[in-house]
């Protein structure tokens, strides 16, 4: 599956951003989908992760309350609506697709995801 993450930018702090990733996977319902972040000099981490019904979400605890993760399995896109942003979400945001057997699995590290977008960056000032 080809991915495809947009809606990086600039903003200040106290914005908003709703970064979109697009999969040509036409069995895209059956992918778990995650967002990590990596900021310059440090490892990828994990932002948000949902399973293939949309039914089951995950956040890291340093999103919690301003980042909102969906999907919208007809169009085989996956959202993720930034509120609140802070200096420290400043980051490339990668979009993550791995299949799955049930809604239960639903990934939150990046070496269980064996498909990535490409990036897109996210600059917040202050």
């Known amino acids: 599956v ?6 990086g930018g600039l903003v200040q702090a106290g914005g908003s951003l709703r970064l979109s990733c697009a999969a040509s996977e036409r069995t895209f319902i059956k992918y778990a989908m995650g967002w990590f972040r ?6 990828r981490e994990f932002v948000s992760s949902i399973s293939w019904s949309g039914g089951n ?3 890291a605890d340093s999103v919690k309350g301003r980042f909102t993760i969906s999907r ?3 169009k085989n896109t996956v959202y993720l609506q ?3 942003l802070k200096p420290e979400d400043t980051a490339i945001y990668y979009c993550a697709a791995e ?3 049930t809604q239960r699995e639903v990934p939150t590290v990046p070496g269980e995801y064996d498909y990535w977008g ?3 960056l996210v600059t917040v000032s202050s």
Do not use: R
């Not at 080809?2 to 809606?7: F, R």
């Open 2 to 7: 080809q991915l495809q993450a947009s809606g």
């Open 38 to 43: 990596q900021a310059p000099g440090a490892e």
């Open 57 to 59: 979400t995950f956040y």
């Open 72 to 74: 919208d399995n007809a």
């Open 82 to 84: 930034m509120n609140s």
């Open 99 to 101: 299949p799955v057997l």
């Open 118 to 120: 490409q990036g897109t």
